[in-house]
Structure formats: C-alpha cells, structure tokens
C-alpha cells in the first residue's frame, strides 16, 4: 500500500504569509496527486489535481507542485478564508491514501 | 449542479450491520467511479472502498475487507455501502465522493456532506 506523509501537522500563520505544505509518497506516485482543504462540519474540498492543476474556482493563490515522491501545496499569501486543515492524496492505485492532514492556524 | 447526499447512518451497537445510501444527481451516475470515505470524530481521512463505473470491481480499504461491501444501482443513481460486524473503531462520518474525469479512478471532485455512524452498546 501506497503511503502519503505529510508535514507539518499544525502551522501557525499570519494573514500574508507565505505557506508551503510538504507530502511524501512512500512510492513514486508520477503526478497522481491531490490537496483538499477542509473546513470544520464541512466535506473536503478540491484545491489542485494531477500534483499541479488548480480546481476550477479556487483562487490562483494556491498552487501545487512536484512528481514522483515529493509534493508541495503553496498558499503565496495566506487569506482569512484560508485557515482550515489541508490534506495531500494520492490516487495513483485504485484504491486512495491521504495524508494525514495539516492543521493552519492563526499565529 | 452535482448533488451526492448520504443517508443510513445513526447509533447501531457493536457486531450489528448497517447500510449506507448515496443518492447522486446532476451528472451521469453510471459514468463514474464512486468512493467511500470515513473520517472519524476528530481524525483524518480515511479511504473505505471504491467501485467502478459499472460496478464489476470494488477494492476496500485492509480494516474494513470482508465486513464491508460496496455496490451501485446505476438504475437509481445510487452508491451503498453494507456494514457488518460494526465495531467502536467504525464510528465515523461517512462520505461519498465521486472520481474524476469519467470512467477514471481519479481524485474526488464532489463529495456529499456525510452521514454519521455511532457504534456504541
């Protein structure tokens, strides 16, 4: 099974900042590759596909990038709107594997 | 507009079953691969199965094979998922989410707002 780690697991941040969310694959993954942001009683949502892709309707602000086992998810200058927990996917098999999530707070 | 909407969840005690629906809506069901996927009171993701457009292949996540099963009625536009032997570790939110583009085991593009299961004697 296909292994996804992510880091950090929280991030305090201030409204501005730059952000950059890590993930490994424990196998090389090509650009099979997902982020979603969640939001508290909310389901996941779609941010970036296929490791570089953003999702129709999600701000240019986000962007993702990397191939093979190593992926980030960048966030140039973090928005109020921002703050929720990010988690990496990949669907590289059949079957899903998700990061295990990064929390960003407000600093 | 693409709707997906969970139902069956509620308190069930430990070693009983329970069945899950996923109505879906606005796009053509049987052109996509469906998912479960769990999140359990505080946690992360959790992928639980995955069925193909046609419904000939389901994979499971290790902790839930041979307990759960996962099965479409492409007639009704709708995803299940059978629970058994239910245990405390099971106790989760429970989503649909919809692969993308169709036919393809691609990442999820619509997710439902998930329905709740509480195992619990």
């Known amino acids: 099974d296909i292994q996804m780690t992510q880091s950090p697991s929280t991030l305090s941040a201030s409204v501005g900042d730059r952000v950059t969310i890590t993930c490994r694959a424990s196998?090389?993954?090509?650009?099979?590759l997902a982020w979603y942001q969640q939001k508290p009683g909310k389901a996941p949502k779609l941010l970036i596909y296929?490791?570089?892709s953003l999702e129709s309707g999600v701000p240019s602000r986000f962007s993702g990038s990397g191939s093979g086992t190593e992926f980030t998810l960048t966030i140039s200058s973090l928005q109020p709107d921002d703050f929720a927990t990010y988690y990496c996917?990949?669907?590289?098999?059949?079957?899903?594997?998700f990061g295990q999530g990064t929390k960003v707070e407000i600093k | 507009q693409v709707h997906l909407v969970e139902s069956g969840g509620g308190v069930v005690q430990p070693g009983r079953s329970l069945r899950l629906s996923c109505a879906a809506s606005?796009?053509?069901?049987?052109?996509?691969?469906m998912h479960w996927v769990r999140q359990a009171p505080g946690k992360g993701l959790e992928w639980v199965a995955v069925?193909?457009?046609?419904?000939?292949?389901?994979y499971y996540a290790d902790p839930v094979k041979g307990r759960f099963t996962i099965s479409r009625d492409n007639s009704k536009n709708t995803l299940y998922l059978q629970m058994n032997s239910l245990r405390a570790e099971d106790m989760a939110l429970y989503y649909c989410?919809?692969?993308?583009?169709?036919?393809?085991?691609?990442?999820?593009?619509?997710w439902g707002q998930g329905t709740l299961v509480t195992v619990s004697s």
């Open positions: 196998q090389s993954i090509s650009t099979w």
């Open positions: 069925i193909s457009d046609d419904g000939s292949n389901q």
């Open positions: 989410a919809r692969s993308n583009p169709p036919k393809s085991y691609g990442s999820g593009k619509y």
């Open positions: 996917q990949q669907y590289y098999s059949y079957s899903w594997t």
């Open positions: 296929k490791a570089s």
């Open positions: 606005g796009f053509t069901f049987s052109n996509y691969v």
